[in-house]
């Protein structure tokens, strides 16, 4: 079945910078687009990123370009998403996502706290 575990959340102060990982099984990755997702407490899950299969196509919210960048390793099945410049704003629970015809799938979630 398809797994999505996230790593790489924690505390950082504003400025800071932090790579979360999404390493993924049960699916063939190289030929799936993969996503980065992230929901603040009391609002709705947002689109943060997304990087097409040959890693030459890659998308962003608007609040994040420049800042972030999404990157995925094939050999790895691991998908990245290396954010710099965090801002308190940032501060959310950080997914991984796939979707694989009509059904989407999730990991648990990595929580990123930006906060002084």
């Known amino acids: 079945q398809v797994q999505l575990v996230e790593s790489g959340g924690g505390l950082v102060q504003p400025g800071g910078s932090l790579r979360l990982s999404c390493a993924a099984s049960?699916?063939?990755?190289?030929?799936?687009?993969m996503s980065w997702y992230r929901q603040a407490p009391g609002k709705e899950r947002e689109l943060v990123a997304a990087?097409?299969?040959?890693?030459?196509?890659?998308s962003y919210a608007d609040s994040v370009k420049g800042r972030f960048t999404i990157s995925r390793d094939n050999a790895k099945n691991t998908v990245y998403l290396q954010m710099n410049s965090l801002k308190p704003e940032d501060t959310a629970v950080y997914y991984c996502?796939?979707?694989?015809?009509?059904?989407?799938?999730w990991g648990q979630g990595t929580q990123v706290t930006v906060s002084s």
């Open positions: 990087i097409a299969i040959t890693d030459r196509s890659t």
């Open positions: 996502n796939v979707r694989r015809g009509f059904n989407d799938y």
């Open positions: 049960g699916f063939p990755f190289s030929v799936y687009g």
